[in-house]
């Protein structure tokens, strides 16, 4: 059942309307999960890193947010070691962070590539959320 555009006496009430149009908008606004773009590093402990990754993409599906996380998905067929591939996974992964409504930065440590994303969704002007290695929410890194 939607809203009536005529009142329960049958005239036209386009003010009651639109408000009541609008209360059911945000209805459904809130009940949409956010996209969010998790931030982490990836080289050095790749392993760790990877394992972390999932635990922080675990913790948005809680949260009820859809995690992308590119890090973990451009690797298995983009080779890290060479420097174009891995140019090559950088981009099109701040296309993705383009699409999302949040970026979630994650750990203690800002890797280079984790700036490069930071200062994209700064430009973008994405919210960013920082959290620690355990999931618990904290101040931007200084």
């Known amino acids: 059942m939607g809203v009536n555009l005529y009142n329960s006496e049958g005239y036209l009430d386009p003010?009651?309307?639109e408000a009541l149009t609008n209360i059911e908008k945000e209805k459904k606004?809130?009940?949409r999960r956010k996209i969010v773009f998790i931030c982490s590093p990836f080289a050095g402990d790749i392993e760790g890193n990877i394992l972390r990754a999932k635990r922080y993409g675990r913790f948005a599906v809680i949260q009820n947010a859809v995690?992308?996380?590119?890090?973990?998905?451009?690797?298995?067929?983009?080779?890290?070691?060479?420097?174009?591939?891995?140019?090559?996974?950088?981009g099109m992964g701040l296309v993705l962070l383009g699409?999302?409504?949040?970026?979630?930065?994650?750990?203690?440590?800002?890797?280079?590539g984790m700036n490069v994303?930071?200062?994209?969704?700064?430009?973008l002007k994405i919210p960013i959320r920082y959290f620690t290695v355990?999931?618990?929410q904290r101040?931007?890194?200084e």
């Open 15 to 17: 003010t009651v309307y």
């Open 29 to 31: 606004a809130k009940k």
């Open 67 to 90: 995690p992308i996380i590119p890090h973990l998905m451009y690797p298995q067929f983009l080779k890290e070691n060479d420097p174009k591939e891995r140019q090559l996974g950088l």
């Open 99 to 112: 699409k999302c409504h949040e970026l979630w930065v994650f750990g203690d440590r800002i890797s280079s």
């Open 117 to 123: 994303e930071i200062k994209k969704a700064k430009d």
């Open 134 to 136: 355990q999931c618990k």
């Open 139 to 141: 101040k931007e890194v």
